[in-house]
């Protein structure tokens, strides 16, 4: 895979491992995100879930409320030690894995993500996708949450790079690079159709997208 990838995934893995403390001071100082956490009970979360990238698990116990059970993977330990807190609900598994290397040992009914497609780099997103798909049942359907790209105007866009990037700063006053892509609605519609995947996508609680997938037909 292309090292430019690697360098800055690992630099994103060190931003979030780092910061892991800072994480959900976003979830209370900005009212448009608690919007959006309300919001999101209303989509079509059912069955066995499978959150990929649950971070420090704001959004696990939505999932939870509505799951049969939920599966929340992450590769940040320090992170997870925030989301087994914030979520005891017995139906509730985390595991501490790398999104990019773990191969799902079974098939879910929705596979959520929240706030993580935008740190895929481009030339990963069709593999990411694949997973994805392998790891739905049949009839299955992907469910996820984004910046917009109004949202990039909040952001430290790095100029010029292989990779779309924004640097982010901690309170320390060390700062990181991570994988920023501002997924515009139609754009990413276009890439996932050419992928096979049904998909619709729109606006939620202002600057966010929200879409749902179904994975191309298997024959």
């Not at 292309?2 to 979830?27: F, I, K, V």
């Not at 209370?28 to 979360?45: S, V």
């Not at 894995?97 to 773990?102: I, L, S």
């Not at 929705?110 to 593999?127: I, K």
Request: a negative charge.
């Amino acid at each position: 895979m292309d090292s430019d990838d690697d360098a800055l995934l690992a630099e994103q893995m060190a931003y979030y491992r780092a910061g892991a403390a800072q994480y959900d001071r976003p979830y209370a100082e900005r009212e448009d995100l608690r919007e959006l956490l309300a919001a999101a009970e209303g989509l079509p979360i059912a069955g066995d879930v499978l959150e990929l990238a649950c971070g420090t698990g704001q959004w696990t116990p939505v999932l939870a409320a509505r799951a049969r059970s939920v599966t929340a993977v992450d590769a940040a330990t320090e992170v997870l030690a925030f989301a087994r807190a914030r979520t005891e609900s017995p139906s509730v598994q985390f595991i501490q894995a790398d999104v990019f290397e773990w191969q799902p040992p079974r098939r879910y009914d929705t596979v959520f993500f929240a706030f993580w497609l935008s740190h895929v780099p481009p030339a990963r997103l069709p593999d990411f996708w694949n997973t994805v798909a392998a790891a739905l049942a049949p009839g299955g359907r992907a469910i996820f949450i984004d910046d917009g790209p109004a949202e990039a105007a909040k952001e430290e866009i790095l100029a010029d790079q292989s990779v779309p990037a924004a640097v982010r700063g901690l309170d320390d006053g060390s700062q990181y690079r991570i994988v920023k892509v501002f997924h515009d609605a139609q754009t990413l519609t276009d890439d996932l159709t050419a992928l096979g995947w049904s998909v619709r996508i729109r606006p939620m609680a202002g600057n966010f997208i929200v879409g749902i997938a179904e994975p191309p037909a298997t024959t």
